[in-house]
Structure formats: C-alpha cells, structure tokens
C-alpha cells in the first residue's frame, strides 16, 4: 500500500520534480533576468510577437511578476486555460499577496523551453485532475508576495526608510506624504536580492482572492483576438489531414499516393508511422479532400472482427472472479452478511466514452537543422515539449512549444500524439509551418478513451434498516496499466478506486478517499483490460464509483425503508464537511418537498473537495425525461472565484450530462461505430436543467472544482428517475432506456 501511486494523474509523473520546489529554485526564480529575457506566447499578442511598449521593456521583478513603466501587473503562469478560468484564478493569487490594482493585471504564458532554462521555476505546466490552483498555490503566491516585498524595498531605499516604515495598496507604495507606483519601481526592485522567506497573507485578510472577478480573457473571446490553434496561420503555411488505422491495433498495408498526385493544392503524401499517412497541402480543405479519396488498405490485425460483445464478455467473466486487487476493506465481510436479514444485490456498468473536445487535435510546427518549434493547445507543455524532442531528433534545448488556449480539453489534450505527428511532417519541409488538424471523425476513432467498467455490488441490512456489509466489486480496464503499467502497486491500479481509497494510508491519495464509515466492507477490482486505449477523461474514475456506491446505496435506502437522506447521513458521523455538503444540497434543493418533482441525491469525496447534488426531474407517462432543476453543493476549501466556481458547476453538469444521456464509445469488426457528433452529441439546451450552486469553503485546503462535480450529476438523475418512475438504471447511457414507471 505504501507504494501507491503517485501518478494517479500524468502531472504526478511527468512534472514531480516540478510540483516541488526547492528553496533554491525558489530563489532563482525571484531572481531579476534582463531584458533580454524571451517568452513564448504573450497573452493579447500574436505568437512569437512582442509587447507593445514604448522604450525598452523593464526587467522583470521575478518569474512571475513583470510590471510595465504603466504599471501594467503581467502575471505568468505555466497551467494552461482551457475554458475553466486557471488563468484568472492563478492571477488573482498573484494578485493577492502583490498587493497590485486588479484592474492593471493581464496574464502570459512563459514557454516549457523557457522553464527548462529557469531550473523549472514556473513548477508544473500539467494541467489536469483539477490541480491548476490547487496544485500550485503556494508557490505563485511566495512569488507575488516576493515581488511586493521587493517593490517596497526598493521604495524604502530611495526615501531612506525601513521597508516597516512603508505602506502599500493598490499598487501604490507610501511613506508619509511621498509615493511612488510600482511601474515607477520596478526597475529599481528588479535589481535587489529577492527575500529568502516571504510570509503569505492570512485568509481573513484577502481581498481579491475569494471575490467573484472577471475572467481576464473574456474582452479577447468576444472581439476574436484570442487565438486557437485552429486559428493560426503564417507565411507560407501548408496544411495537413491524418488518417491513422481506424481498427484497434491494425496497420497500414498500402496507399495510392498518384491516385491523388494531381488534386488540387497537394504538396506532398507522408507516411509517419507504421498506421498512419498524411496529406500537405495549401489548404487543410485540400488535404482533407485528397485524403479522403486517396485509397487506403489497412491491415486489420487480431482485432479485426473485435466487437463492443467481447468487451462486455470479458468485463462480466471478471464480475465473477474470485482473484481480485483490494482497494479499501474494513471490518468482518463475512461476519457482516452473516448478520444481515436482508441481502441485495446489483449490477451496474458504464461505457466507454471519448473526450469529443469541440476544437479537435491540432499542431502547428515550424522544423530546421538548429531548431524546432510548435504551437499548440496542450493540457501538459512540458510533455509537450519532450513529445517535441522525441520526434524533431533535435537536443530539448534546441525545441520549444508555444502554448495556447484549448478549445476544450477534457483530458485528452494531455496525450500529445497528435504533437508528434505535427513534427513529422514538418520535418519532411524543413523551413515551412506545417499546421495538422485531425477530422472529426479521425478525433472520434483514434481517442484514449474513458475506461469501461462494471459492479457487481451486494449489501447486507439488518432487521431495524442499518447497513450491516457492503461488497463492491469493479470489473475493468486499467488506465495506468496501459499508460503506466511503473505506476502499479503489486500490480494493482490504485486509480480504479478514485473516491473509494481508505484515509491515513497515503498523503498523495488522501484526496480521494471514501466519507462514508461502513462496520463490514470490501472494495476490489478484478483488472479487465480490452485492447482499447483509456485516458484520463473528465473526472476519471471519479464518475462511475460514485455511480456505483452512491446509486446502490440508494437502492439500500430503499429496502431498508429509511429516507435516503437520513441513511446516508447515518454513515457520515465521523465526516461532518461532507454531511454539511450533502444536507446543504438537498435543503436548496428542496428535499422532501411536495411539488410534483422527484428528487434524487448524490455526493462523493474527489480531488480534495466536497461535492453533492439533489436532481429535480419529471418522467411522462410514456418515459419521457425532464430534468428541471439540480442544486449543486461544494466545499473546495478555498474559493478563489466564485463565478469561475458556478460556471465550472454548470460546464461540468453539460458534460456529465450530455455522457449519462447520448454517449457511448462502441466497436464493431474493430472500429469505432460513433464517428461524429450525430452519433456522438452533447446536450443541447432546451435540455440543460436549470443549475444552483452551493458555495461553502470551510477554509484550511484546497480542493478542485471542474472534476469532483461531474460525478455526482448523473447518479443524482438516475437516484431521481427510480423515484419518478420506481425503475432503477443501471447501465448508461440512458437514451435507448425504458424510463416508464415499473
């Protein structure tokens, strides 16, 4: 046990070293670097393009702080954005403990290269299992309090003062009657020793953290200034389409390259690996339509005739295995059922699902001799940076990776194949940008998608209703046996149990450890693994335990006759933080009111935060669904921004909800049968119940948000379609489901 993970998500193995600064580090970062310093993407400016400044650009204060002679804050940040609000929150954290005029603050990304050269100072570029603030808090709070002690003593010195004399606010530094600005600062603080110990503002004292700002990117996505990696373009660019074996495990046989040799635009038909061919051309239209027609023979392999019934015939051998991983046990199982008078038991499953961000895999590269460089939307620039190395040939010092905002990531932008492929092909021209951008249908066919899984779960209640054992079963695919078969313990994949693992064993795991006290349990995985490639998909694991656990303890409420409220209140008597999430969700929700709805509960333990959810539906007589309504209620510890808070409540719910409706990865002679999104659609508005959010930091850590939240929606919808209608589901998606009342 002691050997748990410690990638239970990509950051912890790719970016460890990253996550844990040195004070050494530390202090190098702090250190002031001249002019002469080159970032990569700046934010409101067009890569590779300076910003606009009149007279030379000041010196940096430190690695996070650079204040311009206008006194414009820019705060760099090494997490990427992809719609949740990181770079926001990041910035107000800065913003806090520099003391600055939020109204002055603007945000940049310094480049993975540009860390490599720093000794790693910007900590972890990973973005993912809702670690951007989380993650890194501390240190990019130590830095702008370092700034903001730099600032004030380079204004001491020039008045002759202690720095204990000076008062500072709003990016004004005082001493009597006399002031200075921090633009008029900077330059003079960029020259002093940064402090070896810098002391964080108390919580009670904030002003930024913890208020519902503006997003710091909303004026650009309104005009159109800010730019996606489908958005660029340079001189001279040319434009390529992929195609990659669309069966599992197949290759590439043979392809017609004169077949399309006089289509319009093309430019050159490229093999990058042993299942893969691409076509340049001068439009991505061009290369996309030559593509399509240039015939294509595939060899189909072993998996050829591999069907969506195999992965259930194996998921369901495993459901009965004896030999399985343990992941969390307690008490006497035996002895629990032993005890019971009533013992129930039931199935559940959830498929396999793909990430289907709306901006589809793309890179743009630019290869010479000396040098390789790629602009791309990345949930992991440091990997990114080292897929880079790996397929340029070139020295990582001779490479770099332009990071830009993500039009949806969801996991799947941590994975850089697409990357790799980007810089194959433009090796083939050297000295001309080459942008990649996959179908559709080609990000639908060659996804790591979310693992498929199964429970078989039993209970045992006694004669007065209590819980008397519980036994869990998972049968399924591993994603670090695949990925990261190092990471396993004794060949178990702690993973699996996301939500479910026990308190006290292990510091890096104790944010997902189960809340609820049962007097006689077991909960193990019997490793299920189809030739199918997961990933780290939106609220991992996360999502189908809390299905599993939370439906069937539903399922027990029920038999026992208790209200399901009260019964899983009755187990959380050593877990008051969670109690207090879950009575608050179902208070705002209207718990136990006589309106015509029907409700249902659902909560779980995740990413270091309290999560709960009441679903408010109707169900018509002949199965149609309504959602009306889901109160959402959350403990993150800290809140940084509450509005970036709701909106990730509400984006969150429209992910969760659009995969618990419509979705659903299935295979037939080995390939992918969903290849768009009319087979593959998220929800659509007229269907998005109305969302409330509960806000309620306790205070003393710091939780996630974007992840934990996703696992309550659909076990909450499906608690409430058995009270609407008295028929339990139990696989999803729902859509080809019999919801008439049983």
């Not at 006290?504 to 199918?532: C, S, W």
């Not at 719910?653 to 995969?659: D, I, M, P």
């Not at 109305?690 to 499906?718: D, H, Q």
Request: aromatic letters at 8%.
């Amino acid at each position: 046990m002691n050997k748990l993970i410690n990638t239970m998500f990509p950051e912890f193995k790719q970016t460890a070293a990253a996550t844990n600064l040195s004070r050494r580090g530390f202090i190098v970062g702090t250190g002031a670097v001249g002019a002469g310093l080159t970032l990569g993407v700046l934010g409101g400016c067009a890569p590779g393009e300076a910003p606009k400044v009149d007279g030379p650009p000041l010196p940096e204060v430190n690695a996070w702080v650079h204040i311009g002679r206008d006194d414009t804050v820019t705060v760099r940040i090494a997490r990427s954005e992809m719609g949740q609000g990181t770079s926001t929150g990041l910035a107000q954290l800065v913003a806090e403990e520099l003391e600055c005029d939020w109204n002055n603050v603007t945000i940049e990304y310094p480049t993975p290269g540009e860390n490599l050269k720093r000794e790693r100072v910007w900590g972890s570029y990973s973005t993912g299992g809702s670690q951007g603030l989380r993650g890194s808090h501390q240190y990019v709070r130590e830095g702008g309090a370092a700034a903001r002690m730099m600032l004030i003593e380079a204004a001491a010195n020039e008045w002759g003062v202690t720095p204990a004399d000076c008062s500072v606010k709003n990016g004004v530094v005082s001493y009597g009657n006399k002031s200075k600005t921090y633009g008029e600062l900077a330059e003079s603080a960029a020259l002093l020793a940064p402090p070896l110990e810098v002391t964080l503002k108390d919580a009670k004292d904030w002003d930024i953290i913890g208020e519902p700002k503006k997003r710091l990117d909303t004026a650009d996505k309104l005009t159109g200034a800010l730019q996606y990696g489908t958005d660029l373009t340079f001189p001279g660019m040319l434009n390529a389409s992929v195609k990659a074996c669309p069966i599992l495990g197949g290759t590439l046989k043979s392809y017609d390259e004169a077949a399309i040799a006089d289509m319009a635009g093309v430019r050159k038909v490229v093999k990058i690996d042993d299942r893969t061919v691409a076509v340049i051309a001068n439009t991505w239209w061009q290369a996309n339509s030559a593509i399509e027609a240039m015939p294509i023979e595939w060899d189909g392999g072993e998996y050829a005739n591999y069907s969506s019934d195999d992965v259930n015939a194996l998921l369901d051998e495993g459901l009965t295995a004896e030999k399985t991983f343990p992941g969390n046990m307690g008490g006497d199982i035996e002895a629990g059922f032993k005890a019971a008078s009533k013992i129930i038991e039931s199935d559940y499953s959830y498929p396999t699902l793909n990430h289907a961000p709306m901006e589809p895999m793309n890179a743009t590269a630019l290869w010479t001799a000396d040098k390789c460089e790629v602009w791309c939307p990345t949930q992991n620039g440091e990997a990114a940076l080292g897929a880079v190395a790996n397929a340029s040939g070139l020295p990582i010092e001779q490479c770099d990776v332009y990071k830009l905002t993500l039009g949806g990531g969801f996991g799947r932008k941590g994975m850089n194949d697409y990357v790799e492929q980007a810089v194959k092909l433009a090796k083939e021209m050297p000295g001309t940008h080459i942008k990649l951008l996959w179908s559709r249908e080609e990000d639908q066919m060659q996804g790591f998608y979310h693992p498929i899984t199964k429970a078989k779960i039993r209970g045992g209640l006694d004669a007065d209703g209590n819980m008397t054992a519980l036994d869990l079963k998972i049968s399924g695919q591993s994603i670090l046996a695949a990925l990261m078969p190092q990471a396993l313990a004794n060949g178990a994949d702690f993973a699996t149990f996301q939500g479910l693992l026990p308190s006290g064993v292990d510091p890096r795991v104790e944010d997902q450890t189960l809340k609820y006290t049962f007097p006689n349990f077991k909960i193990h995985h019997a490793m299920r693994n189809p030739p199918i490639r997961p990933g780290f998909w939106r609220g991992v694991n996360l999502n189908q335990n809390t299905i599993y656990l939370d439906c069937f303890l539903d399922e027990m409420a029920v038999e026992a006759g208790r209200d399901p409220l009260e019964f899983r209140l009755s187990m959380m008597g050593n877990h008051p933080e969670m109690a207090a999430v879950l009575r608050a969700a179902a208070e705002k929700g209207g718990w136990g009111n006589d309106d015509g709805l029907s409700r249902g509960l659902a909560c779980i333990y995740g990413f270091g935060a309290y999560v709960a959810a009441c679903a408010a539906v109707t169900v018509s007589d002949d199965g149609v669904l309504k959602m009306h309504k889901i109160t959402a209620a959350t403990d993150p510890g800290h809140a940084v921004n509450p509005n970036q808070i709701e909106a990730q409540v509400e984006g969150s719910f429209v992910y969760g909800l659009s995969a618990m409706l419509y979705d659903e990865i299935t295979y037939k002679d080995g390939q992918v049968q969903e290849t768009n999104f009319n087979s593959y659609p998220s929800m659509t508005i007229k269907d998005m119940p109305e969302v409330e959010t509960v806000i309620m930091p306790s205070g003393g850590f710091w939780g996630g948000v974007g992840e934990p939240t996703i696992a309550v929606a659909a076990p909450a919808v499906m608690n409430a379609i058995y009270a609407a209608t008295g028929r339990r589901v139990r696989s999803l998606p729902i859509k080809d489901t019999n919801l008439r009342g049983a």
